[in-house]
T-cell receptor, first 114, second 113 residues
Framework: ETGVTQSPTHLIKTRGQQVTLRCSSQ?????VSWYQQALGQGPQFIFQ???????GRGNFPPRFSGLQFPNYSSELNVNALELDDSALYLC?????????????FGEGSRLTVL | LAKTTQPISMDSYEGQEVNITCSHN???????ITWYQQFPSQGPRFIIQ???TKVTNEVASLFIPADRKSSTLSLPRVSLSDTAVYYC??????????????FGTGTRLQVTL
């Protein structure tokens, strides 16, 4: 059974650029959630995808968007990067739409915006 | 979503029992209480979840009083490897309705010899 994998692990972008982060969910999981974690803070919910549709969103602007593919892997896209977007981006997979229960997190993609 | 309040940090010696209390005064009837552990530069890891009374697994116990306005995570005989940030979360479980799962700032537990 493979766990949640994220890529890339680290990346550096400049303000105004766009970034795509990728996540492969744990085998058998049909739900993927994305979180942003700034340094010293807890993870903040961005959105959740269930069976390829977004079914929950946190307080993030529309320039944060995502996709879920038929194999349940997912992408997080961030347009027009701002300095404050520098953070660890975490992907979590789970089985079913419930927002609690056990979430399985990847190790994250650390984004630095210069 | 119920807001949670936890101590910012705690210190313990190896071998002691550690109890971390979380306050969630506005918990809703259908909300579950879940605790996660996070090491630096890693994603959070599920520890335990409960609805009421007491839940125990191989790594921790979760105590929830009758009014459910607080909960206590108990870690028996901590070791240095338990040094991490612990998050208390409150939210809906398995309802099929998306809700915002919010992590607070967590409790930073430091275990020393």
């Amino acid at each position: 059974e493979t766990g949640v994998t994220q890529s890339p692990t680290h990346l550096i972008k400049t303000r105004g650029q766009q970034v795509t982060l990728r996540c492969s969910s744990q085998s058998g999981h049909n739900t993927v959630s994305w979180y942003q974690q700034a340094l010293g803070q807890g993870p903040q919910f961005i959105f959740q995808y269930y069976r390829e549709e977004e079914n929950g969103r946190g307080n993030f602007p529309p320039r944060f968007s995502g996709l879920q593919f038929p194999n349940y892997s997912s992408e997080l896209n961030v347009n027009a990067l701002e300095l404050d977007d520098s953070a660890l981006y975490l992907c979590a997979s789970s089985l079913g739409q419930g927002m609690t229960g056990e979430l399985f997190f990847g190790e994250g993609s650390r984004l630095t915006v210069l | 979503l119920a807001k949670t309040t936890q101590p910012i940090s705690m210190d313990s010696y190896e071998g002691q029992e550690v109890n971390i209390t979380c306050s969630h005064n506005n918990i809703a009837t259908n909300d579950y209480i879940t605790w996660y552990q996070q090491f630096p530069s890693q994603g959070p890891r599920f520890i335990i979840q409960g609805y009421k009374t007491k839940v125990t697994n191989e790594v921790a116990s979760l105590f929830i009083p009758a009014d459910r306005k607080s909960s206590t995570l108990s870690l028996p005989r901590v070791s240095l490897s338990d040094t991490a940030v612990y998050y208390c979360l409150v939210g809906l479980e398995g309802t099929g309705t998306a809700s915002k799962l919010t992590f607070g700032t967590g409790t930073r537990l430091q275990v020393t010899l």
